[in-house]
């Protein structure tokens, strides 16, 4: 028997006492690199995906990520895949970052996604601005949704300025002008202590807010804007106004992960998480409380038949 053969032989032997064992078979000792974000749901499910990663034996890494450079950082190979890839924010990172080379899309989620602002269903069960949720209401409703810091003014409070630039501003000038102004907030969780702290305090707030997300069970109501249409961004050539189009959430993976990691990425290809799925996610840690390492823990325990059957992992 020369090398060649005994080292085939060997790596056979291996491979069998490892299946015989019960010890799962990672594609490649090299990581799988996840990337974190600043919101509940896409922090929760790189767990989860890492966690399912994690049972196949593979390495698993995590590194915080700029929402839009992620997908550069995905076709250079520093970070391997992008498990929220919302269309109506990232889309165009996503899309140039493919046309440059280097990054594929493996897929998309059964969730349908739409980022708008709105208004806890509260405010519209006691009527505290008639006529929501048109956005023509709002106009009359200046007063209804001013705070301390808006001078008078009615507030919208947007999500982190790196989310969505100056679309909302952009939107507010161009349909409610100058008695409405748009504060950022500094990250997602400053949204949700907005909206609990309005909750405690009985008063209306408008806020940037998403689905799917954890409020879907309590109950939000998005803003009703003229329809969204191609060109009517600011950055596309128009004055801004109009609404957020509802869109897909998908997957991005760099373009050499199904050679390095096969069957992770046939899993990760395979995952199709709908809007009840995401929103349990968030809600582990937005309303339980839980750190999100833990919801991730949580909800894989809770949905184990769910994702392996999803996946084909350990089937």
Known sequence: MNKFTTKVAAAALTMTLATVSGQAIADSSKP????????????VMAYVI?????????????????????????????????????????GASFYNAMAKGGVIDAGTHAAM???????????????????????????????????????????????????????????VKALLGDEWMVKFAGSGDALWAELDSAKREGRATLIFNWTPNFTDADGFVFIEWPDYYQGCRVADGGDGGCGSPKGWL?????????????????????????????????????????????AAKKWLADNEDTWRAMTGVGM
Not at 50 to 74: C, L
Not at 273 to 283: K, L, P, R, V
Request: net charge negative; with cysteine.
């Open 50 to 90: 890492g966690g399912i990663f994690e049972d196949m034996g593979n390495n698993v890494e995590y590194v915080s990520a700029d929402t839009q450079g992620v997908y550069e950082s995905i076709r250079n190979g520093d970070v391997t895949i992008s498990h929220e890839v919302w269309q109506s924010t990232f």
């Open 113 to 171: 996604t739409l980022e708008e602002v709105g208004v806890p269903q509260w405010v519209i069960d006691k009527n505290m601005c008639p006529g929501l949720p048109n956005y023509e209401a709002l106009k009359n409703c200046v007063d209804v949704f001013s705070t301390t810091d808006s001078g008078g003014k009615g507030r919208i409070l947007e999500g982190p300025q790196s989310w969505h630039g100056d679309v909302y501003p952009n939107r």
């Open 32 to 43: 799988i690199v996840i990337p974190t974000h600043n919101w509940s749901s896409q922090i």
């Open 250 to 294: 998908k997957k991005a993976a760099n373009y050499k992960f199904p050679k390095t990691h096969p069957d992770a990425y046939m899993a990760f290809s395979r995952m199709s998480f709908d809007a009840g799925m995401i929103g349990s996610m968030a809600a582990l840690v937005d309303i339980d409380g839980h750190t999100h390492q833990d």
